[in-house]
Structures are given as structure tokens and as C-alpha cells.
């Protein structure tokens, strides 16, 4: 294995973004307050955005910025202020029984990780300069060919939301 | 880059997304945790793309953003509503329908 194979930067990112991302993880489903949360979770949303370029998949990075950090973001904030005047921390932000989450999630995380590393193992990914690039142009021929009818569907769907959303949140 | 690194990362997100639906009361924190499940399979799908050397996965995770935007829109309507008919949104004292 040749030094240059090891993409020693970009695995430095990785672990960076990767730690900063988990951390800002645990503090949205622990902090006690809901703006630190959905500010949390921009932290989140945004190093996803970084992975995704670590995997050369810029045009998804781009449009999870867009409308993940810029739209979602601003939703969750805009709900926030208009369910709760409240600002600061709140004592009861956890279920009676939200000690019985921990073992769940732990063991759920525990027989991911067996399975993963048991099937995948140490197979690397190709090296960004000898997998093919794949321009934005092969992906809107792949959106607009073979999966045109999802794309309608997903169209429809926004519509639906859009109408639903408004005819839900009326005040009268 | 090894895949499963990328793909425990997705898992960490995953478990932490679903332990936040679980234990949190405030039906906009689930939301949040939901949204942490959502990019954890994102992840996911743009990890095996780039295994496979497919561009399908880039299609798969771009309609997965856009179900979410969405569902968020949607969600956030529903606790709106909710608030303004119960003036609270904790998820455990709307029992109505408890048998």
C-alpha cells in the first residue's frame, strides 16, 4: 500500500467533521433548550453537506446546504417561536420513561456496528481521481431518464405538502 | 477512505436520531431527531454510490431531501395546529386515543 493511497487528508477531515458531527448530534437530542437545538442541528446538517463532498457528490452538498441549513432551518425556528413564547432552557423536555431509550438505541448501535464492520470489513473506497467523476450532467440524465416517474411523483408530492401545509396551519 | 466508516458514522446518527424520537416529549425536538435519521440514511446512500461507482444513489438521496423538506413542512403544520388547540405540543399528554 502506497503512501499516496491512504488519502491521509482526507481521512483527517473526515474524522474532524465526523467527531464534530456526533457531538453536535448527542447535544441536539440532550440540551435542554429547543433554539439550542435547532442550532445544534445546523452544526449537523452542515458537516453532512462536508461528507457528502468528501464522497463527490457535490451537487447533493450543495442542495442539503440550500434546503436543509437554509429552509428546514428556518422552519423548525419559525414552529419553535410559534408554539412556545418561552426562551431559555426547560426542565421537561424528556419523557417520563426516556431512560429506557438509552439500552435501545445502545443495542440497536451495537448490532449495527457488528453487522457493518462484519460485512464490510476494511474494502476501501475508490480513490476520487481514478473513479470516475460524475459531472452534474450524468446525474440530471439519470433524474430526468430512468427515474422521471419518481421525479413527478416527488413533484406531486410538494404540491400536497405546500397545500397541505396551508390548509393545516389556516386560522379559521 | 474505507465504506464503513461512512456507514458507522450514518449509524452513530441513526441511533442518536432514534434514542431523540424516543425520549424527547416536545413534538419539534422528535421532528429534529427525525431529520437526524433522514441524513444519516443520506449518508448511506451516497456512501454505497460511491462504492458502486453509480450515480444512482446521488438521484436516491436528492428525492430523500426533498421528502423531507416536505414532511417537515407538513409535520410543523400538524404541531401548530396541535398547539393551537391543546396549547401544548407534549406528545404524551395527547392520549385521546389510547385504548
Known amino acids: 500500500m502506497v503512501a499516496a493511497d491512504l488519502l491521509v487528508a482526507q481521512n483527517i477531515g473526515f474524522g474532524i467533521i465526523a467527531l464534530l458531527m456526533i457531538v453536535a448530534a448527542l447535544r441536539v437530542v440532550t440540551v435542554k433548550n429547543v433554539v439550542h437545538a435547532a442550532l445544534w442541528?445546523?452544526?449537523?446538517?452542515?458537516?453532512?453537506?462536508?461528507?457528502?463532498?468528501?464522497?463527490?457528490?457535490?451537487?447533493?452538498?450543495?442542495?442539503q446546504v440550500?434546503?436543509?441549513?437554509?429552509?428546514?432551518?428556518?422552519?423548525?425556528?419559525?414552529?419553535?417561536?410559534?408554539?412556545?413564547?418561552?426562551?431559555?432552557?426547560e426542565a421537561d423536555l424528556n419523557n417520563k420513561n426516556?431512560?429506557?431509550?438509552?439500552?435501545?438505541?445502545?443495542?440497536?448501535?451495537?448490532?449495527?456496528t457488528w453487522v457493518l464492520i462484519d460485512g464490510f470489513g476494511d474494502e476501501r473506497l475508490p480513490n476520487p481521481d481514478e473513479q470516475t467523476q460524475v459531472p452534474i450532467q450524468v446525474l440530471s440524465d439519470d433524474i430526468f431518464?430512468?427515474?422521471?416517474?419518481?421525479?413527478?411523483?416527488?413533484?406531486?408530492?410538494?404540491?400536497?405538502?405546500?397545500?397541505?401545509?396551508i390548509v393545516l396551519a389556516r386560522k379559521d | 477512505?474505507?465504506?464503513?466508516?461512512?456507514?458507522?458514522?450514518?449509524?452513530?446518527?441513526?441511533?442518536?436520531?432514534?434514542?431523540?424520537v424516543l425520549a424527547r416529549k416536545n413534538a419539534v425536538m422528535v421532528l429534529m431527531s427525525i431529520e437526524l435519521i433522514l441524513n444519516s440514511v443520506n449518508l448511506n446512500l451516497l456512501a454505497f454510490s460511491s462504492r458502486l461507482g453509480s450515480i444512482d444513489g446521488n438521484t436516491f438521496a436528492l428525492y430523500?431531501?426533498?421528502?423531507?423538506?416536505?414532511?417537515?413542512?407538513v409535520g410543523l403544520a400538524m404541531v401548530l395546529l396541535i398547539y393551537r388547540n391543546r396549547r401544548t405540543i407534549a406528545l404524551d399528554e395527547l392520549s385521546d386515543m389510547k385504548g
Open chain 1, 66 to 89: 440550500l434546503v436543509y441549513v437554509g429552509a428546514v432551518m428556518v422552519l423548525f425556528l419559525f414552529g419553535t417561536m410559534l408554539t412556545r413564547a418561552k426562551i431559555g432552557a
Open chain 2, 64 to 73: 430523500v431531501i426533498a421528502v423531507a423538506a416536505a414532511e417537515v413542512g
Open chain 1, 145 to 165: 431518464g430512468p427515474y422521471l416517474l419518481p421525479f413527478w411523483a416527488l413533484s406531486f408530492v410538494l404540491l400536497v405538502a405546500v397545500i397541505g401545509a
Open chain 1, 41 to 63: 442541528l445546523v452544526i449537523v446538517l452542515s458537516g453532512a453537506a462536508a461528507q457528502y463532498l468528501l464522497l463527490s457528490a457535490e451537487f447533493v452538498a450543495i442542495t
Open chain 2, 1 to 20: 477512505m474505507l465504506t464503513v466508516q461512512f456507514l458507522l458514522l450514518g449509524a452513530v446518527l441513526f441511533c442518536i436520531g432514534v434514542y431523540g
Open chain 1, 98 to 112: 426516556w431512560g429506557i431509550a438509552v439500552p435501545v438505541s445502545l443495542l440497536m448501535f451495537g448490532v449495527i
